[in-house]
């Protein structure tokens, strides 16, 4: 891949580098969903778009109708609500973007007891369907965002419940090509450090769109193999200290609208 090297860091020099920010009341979430969505759009309409841009050929307008069969996996964590924002911001869209020819259809599966619920309430009004886990394994999906962990996953084993069982149904057809994942931050059940995994389970994502700092886990052990194209989110952060690592990604973006 002949991406762009950009620093990478750990899930806490991030966390720290987020705290003052939200502090401050910048709603974080909505920014990083709204990229989020953007990735999406770009993977429904020209499939591996991503990886393209990452070895250097150039990006397809995303200029198609928005067509196709997207599932939700939501955490009950930030990465979660992320992924539902983005859910909802694909489904009413930006209002400049909608097309009178969009087919597009989101399920929203819970893999905790709690979720971010105004992201939530958000997607279900903006016309996603909440379906259980037997309904997710018996439908077919042209694409799955990722939002189950997120950087603070911890334990062993680090998928537990629905968010295991869903994830060992859906992990022949991401092997097999069948369904593409997009992941938020980083894999579910990757580690944001090292790289490594607590058992095996992970779906491979096909793109990982990571946040405010590239996760140093998506560069190391069991990292490169499992995120696929990195999009990196900026935020402007200013991380006073050295990075403890690099990354290659397929592109950055910045994630604040102007003036933030």
Not at 133 to 155: C, F, H, K, N, Q
């Amino acid at each position: 891949m002949t991406g762009v090297w950009v620093p990478a860091f750990t899930a806490a020099q991030v966390r720290g580098e987020e705290e003052p920010v939200l502090a401050r009341g910048v709603p974080l979430m909505l920014y990083a969903a709204r990229m989020l969505a953007e990735v999406v759009a770009a993977e429904l309409v020209s499939p591996g778009t991503t990886a393209r841009a990452a070895y250097g050929q150039p990006e397809d307008l995303v200029d198609g109708p928005l067509v196709g069969r997207v599932l939700v996996l939501a955490g009950g964590g930030d990465n979660g609500g992320d992924a539902l924002y983005a859910a909802a911001a694909l489904l009413q869209w930006l209002p400049l973007r909608a097309r009178a020819d969009d087919a597009l259809e989101i399920d929203v599966l819970r893999t905790s007891e709690r979720v971010h619920e105004q992201a939530w309430a958000t997607a279900l009004a903006g016309g996603a369907r909440e379906v259980s886990v037997s309904e997710a394994l018996s439908s077919r999906y042209d694409l799955v965002i990722d939002g189950i962990l997120g950087i603070g996953t911890v334990g062993a084993p680090v998928l537990r419940g629905v968010a295991r069982e869903v994830v060992t149904g859906l992990l022949p057809l991401v092997l097999g090509g069948a369904v593409r994942v997009v992941a938020v931050d980083v894999p579910s059940g990757l580690h944001p450090d090292d790289g490594t995994t607590a058992d095996g389970l992970v779906l491979p994502a096909a793109v990982t769109v990571t946040f405010g700092g590239v996760k140093l886990g998506l560069t190391k052990e069991q990292g490169p193999a499992l995120c696929g194209a990195v999009v990196w989110v900026e935020f402007g952060f200013p991380f006073a200290f050295p990075p403890p690592g690099a990354a290659e990604v397929a592109y950055a973006v910045w994630g604040l609208p102007e003036g933030e």
